[in-house]
Nanobody, 117 residues
Framework: VHLAESGGGLVQAGGSLKLSCVAS????????MGWYRQAPGQQRELVAT???????TYADSAKGRFIISRDNAKKTVALQMNDLKPEDTAVYYC????????????WGQGTQVTVSS
């Protein structure tokens, strides 16, 4: 499974960006899709995930500002980010999991989001 992100960029504080990720390859459905981020010098952290039935989970930092959505038929996941803050600056990674006999995990290459103050 290959994941390709798009939509990153530079935005002023208070602005919005929408990240998109499309999965290709593989024939099985993706049980969980989500977004993680990694700021310079910090560990990668969860932003939001969404299951195939639409159950969403958010990090506290994303609650009330970010909205995750997915289209199972198109194998896409999106992250609408509103009221962006400088501390949201990071590389954002798309993630997908298939829960079979083992859990298979896939990552995109990442897209840079920079929020200026």
């Amino acid at each position: 499974v290959h994941l390709a992100e798009s939509g990153g960029g530079l935005v002023q504080a208070g602005g919005s960006l929408k990240l998109s990720c499309v999965a290709s390859g593989g024939r099985l459905s993706l049980d969980v899709m989500g977004w993680y981020r990694q700021a310079p010098g910090q560990q990668r952290e969860l932003v939001a995930t969404i299951t195939s039935d639409g159950t969403a989970t958010y990090a506290d930092s994303a609650k009330g500002r970010f909205i995750i959505s997915r289209d199972n038929a198109k194998k896409t996941v999106a992250l609408q980010m509103n009221d962006l803050k400088p501390e949201d600056t990071a590389v954002y990674y798309c993630n997908a999991e298939q829960m079979l006999a083992f859990t298979y995990e896939y990552w995109g290459q990442g897209t840079q989001v920079t929020v200026s103050s």
